[in-house]
């Protein structure tokens, strides 16, 4: 699969890390836990404007996921990656998609992801 340049449409994305503890103000653990994300990585490529049957046969029976990101060569997306595609990320700026699911080839990467609302 081959993508155009001038097609490609930037967006942005965290890794999923781990888990946090979190702490009271005494510095005692309270049971607890936070999502931790690494940096903010930006790129750009080809985002389908909506699903089709043709994007449907690649994931095979997968449902509930609103577009498809296509990606020359590999990724490192995983299904606990978050995206700003519709918005711009920006420090109170909640993501906007998560992923669902990744599927690669030897020189193409197609990723399906899916509309959040996040407050």
Excluded: C
Excluded at 21 to 40: I, K, M, N, Q, S
């Amino acid at each position: 699969m081959r993508t155009l340049k001038r097609n490609k449409r930037p967006f942005s994305y965290k890794q999923y890390q781990g888990m946090t503890e979190l702490r009271d103000a005494d510095g005692y653990l309270t049971g607890e836990h936070e999502l931790t994300y690494g940096d903010v990585v930006t790129m750009k490529a080809n985002i389908s404007p909506a699903t089709g049957y043709t994007n449907t046969e690649v994931f095979g029976g997968l449902v509930g996921y609103d577009k498809v990101i296509a990606i020359q060569g590999k990724t490192d997306l995983t299904e606990n990656s978050i995206l700003w595609v519709d918005k711009s990320y920006g420090t109170n700026v909640p993501h906007d998609y998560i992923v669902k699911k990744v599927a690669t080839s030897l020189n193409s990467s197609l990723v399906a992801i899916s509309k959040v609302d996040v407050k």
